[in-house]
């Protein structure tokens, strides 16, 4: 019986590659990663009641509150494979979520929070060159631009191109938006000693690498200081 476990929550810009990474340290640690949009798919597919709640929040239109995103990520976490630990992706977004998902961690090994950060430079560089494929929509991670006509989709094959998403003046916004609306998710869980900022603007194997050993040391007694 595994004794180690680990409660992450992971917060960085888009373009930070935080969704890959959290993948990939899911598979190694043999934990689920929890993601709010397929906490909600899956709150809707299963028809609780707070699926449904949510189900008909977004069909009109609205976003769903703090209350009913709470109330899926309790349940979700509540489930048997969520017991050894879990990795949250896109949860919590703002402070109110951050002391509800506090109590929710009664219990629990403290929550390791760790940033991935990355230049506003790099990341508008890194956004408004993302390729796509044209078929199945697989982004093609690590293609530069200029290898758009050379490369092909590595799941189907498909031509790549351009995301239409990311020209500048859209990626600028995504990144004030999350810069104003995460600001305070960082202070609020910067002091804590399971606190971690892992530098993203490196290769991918480098930053997946620094991560780990982030995520271990915060996770081995926290004030080991380290990666900070
Ligand atoms: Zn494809």
């Known amino acids: 019986m595994e004794s180690i476990s680990l409660n992450l929550v992971m917060l960085g810009p888009p373009g930070a590659g935080k969704g890959t990474q959290a993948d990939r340290l899911a598979k190694a640690k043999g934990i689920p990663k929890v993601s709010t949009g ?3 798919r899956e709150a ?16 009109s239109g609205q976003l769903v509150s703090d209350d009913v995103i709470i109330g899926v990520v309790r349940e979700r976490l509540a489930k048997p494979d969520a017991q050894r630990g879990f990795i949250l992706d896109g949860f919590p977004r703002t402070v109110a979520q951050a002391q509800a998902l506090d109590t929710l961690m009664v219990g629990r090994p403290p929550l390791v929070v760790i940033d991935i950060a990355v230049p506003e430079d790099e990341l508008v560089q890194r956004l408004t060159s993302r390729l796509v494929c044209e078929d199945c929509g ?8 200029s290898a758009s006509l050379t490369t092909r989709c590595l799941k189907c094959g498909g031509r790549l191109k351009q995301r239409s998403d990311d020209n500048e003046t859209v ?6 938006v ?8 960082v202070d609020y869980y910067r002091s804590r000693p399971t606190f971690r900022t892992v530098n993203g603007a490196q ?5 997946f690498a620094d991560l780990a050993e982030a995520v271990d040391s915060a996770a081995s007694g926290g004030a080991l200081g380290g990666v900070r």
């Open 178 to 185: 999350y810069r104003r609306d995460t600001q305070p998710l």
């Open 38 to 40: 397929d906490m909600l």
């Open 44 to 59: 809707v597919k299963a028809e609780t009641e707070l699926g449904l709640r949510a189900k008909a929040i977004m069909e």
């Open 203 to 207: 290769a991918m194997e480098r930053v």
């Open 171 to 176: 990626v600028l916004e995504r990144l004030k």
């Open 138 to 145: 697989t982004n093609a991670e690590g293609v530069p631009l």
